[in-house]
């Protein structure tokens, strides 16, 4: 029986072995997409408590921890520091199976030096310790140690960048930390908000917005001023894909609509929408960014505790009907308009992965070598089953040597051990493959392969030179 967790942890083949601890093992990282906080990262925050640092804004944990029967003071609630850790630890032998169990052993283990399972027994002692050794790390140092190169936060167009900036100008980080372009504010037109939010971006651009073209101009402004701050990419974060006539006529109408406060028609909705998601793409396609969609998400579904706690705190889920089927015409859209950038595509329906591996191929080319990607598993994916698929599906319809690899879609600066986690997939997928005679073990190549994905590709397309 092998020991739980150990250093060939889901390595089930000696191709799997050694091909993780020599080619995947010892590489760094770079996360290109995540929700950590610049002005963390600049002040070099330290955490109190273990808690603080692993359940503060991790929805993830949230989750099970609810599932469990944990009251809502355990978990985002006044309950004590000691009391929410104890929480968590009790939900934790029940995980058995989740991705979770995974992680928050590795965070231990690598941060830690905790290799004991976390359980209602042992809670306490492990709180103790980790505490302890929590003296000695901050924001920075989980960054250095997890031997991270280069993070993109995620932005807001109204924001300054002002803490980029000072971290740019900081020569005592050896960490790149670069703002990702976050318009969703802007474009989802149909969510409460919109026309305050509109409001504030007059404010920063100086100008009024009176119509969809304006909005497309502050956009394209805002672009310019983060591409002077370092940005190299774009996140677009759609409920669903959409596509609709790019029609000025109904864009308009549906942006008078929600000036006054209105929900405008679906359909003019979304033509708004595309109108300017295409004049976005053109801009990022002219600065040579990556511009990622996300998409498929179904959010906000428990009313009630949205009101009381807000968005991103553990109320969302997979939506089944997504809009897949609109990734071609918007994707034949930015190619009609000479604005198709590279591209990561993500939804977070697991069945969407064919369509989208088959579809981003029609739009391939120009000399790019993967120019569109099928984004890694993410969200609700992010499991050893969800990467194995979505590594498999790519590999079956598309190019997996050119993949981007993983990223932590995280707040947590305890979760690069996610990229480790990838890599021991990756290594376990691939040696099967080649012990069972469907790739040649030839260690150069599989090495070059490995390493690639794991980092050298996403260090060449998103253009890092890190």
């Known amino acids: 029986m092998k020991q739980f967790m150990d250093s060939d942890f889901l390595l089930s083949t000696e191709t799997a072995k050694w091909l993780y601890h020599e080619a995947a093992e010892p590489l760094p990282i770079i996360d290109y997409h995540c929700h950590i906080d610049p002005r963390e990262i600049y002040e070099d925050r330290k ?7 692993w359940l503060g804004g991790d929805h993830y944990k949230w989750r099970v921890m609810r599932a469990n029967g944990t009251p809502e003071e355990l978990v985002t609630g006044s309950g004590s520091d000691r009391g929410k850790f104890r929480a968590f630890a009790a939900a934790m032998p029940n995980l058995i199976g989740n991705p979770l169990y995974h992680w928050s052993h590795l965070e231990l283990q690598r941060y830690f030096g905790i290799t004991k399972p976390l359980s209602p027994a042992t809670a306490d002692e492990i709180y103790d310790e980790a505490n302890e050794r929590l003296k000695n790390w901050s924001a920075r140092k989980f960054m250095i140690e997890s031997h991270v190169k280069a993070v993109c936060t995620t932005d807001d167009p109204i924001d300054d960048l002002s803490w980029h900036k000072r971290i740019a100008e900081d020569q005592t980080m050896p960490v790149k930390v670069l703002p990702a372009f976050r318009p969703d504010k802007a474009i989802n037109i149909e969510k409460p908000g919109f026309d305050g939010y509109i409001r504030k971006l007059e404010q920063v651009v100086r100008y009024p917005i009176e119509s969809a073209e304006d909005v497309v101009r502050a956009l394209k402004d805002r672009i310019e001023y983060f591409a002077s701050c370092g940005c190299l990419c774009a996140d677009h974060g759609m409920d669903y894909c959409m596509y609709a006539q790019p029609d000025p006529v109904a864009a308009n ?16 909705a979304d033509a708004y929408k595309t109108l300017v998601t295409v004049a976005c793409a053109k801009a990022y396609t002219d600065l040579d960014w990556v511009m990622q969609i996300h998409f498929g998400c179904l959010r906000d579904n428990n009313k009630p505790q949205f009101r009381a ?27 009609e308009n000479n604005g198709l950038p590279k591209m990561v595509l993500y939804s977070l329906s697991p069945a969407d992965n064919t369509a989208i591996v088959t579809i981003m191929q029609c739009f391939q080319g120009g000399g790019v070598a993967g120019k569109l990607q099928l984004g890694s598993a993410w969200w609700f994916n992010d499991s050893r089953l969800g990467m194995r698929r979505q590594l498999e599906e790519l590999a079956a319809n598309g190019i997996l040597g050119r993949f981007v690899g993983m990223l932590t879609d995280s707040r947590s600066f305890l979760s690069y051990t996610r990229h480790e986690y990838f890599r ?12 069972s005679g469907q790739y040649p073990n030839d260690e150069a190549a599989l090495c070059q392969l490995v390493s690639n994905i794991c980092y050298h590709n996403t260090n060449t397309f998103f253009k890092f030179n890190v």
């Open 47 to 53: 955490f109190d408590t273990i808690t603080q640092v």
């Open 253 to 268: 109408r549906a942006f008078r609509a929600a000036m006054i406060g209105e929900k405008p028609e679906k359909a003019d």
């Open 309 to 335: 706690l807000g968005p991103d705190t553990g109320f969302d889920a997979v939506n089944s009907q997504s809009g897949v089927e609109n990734l071609s015409p918007l994707l034949n859209a930015f190619a």
């Open 424 to 435: 021991r997939v990756l290594c376990e997928l691939t040696g099967e493959w080649v012990e």
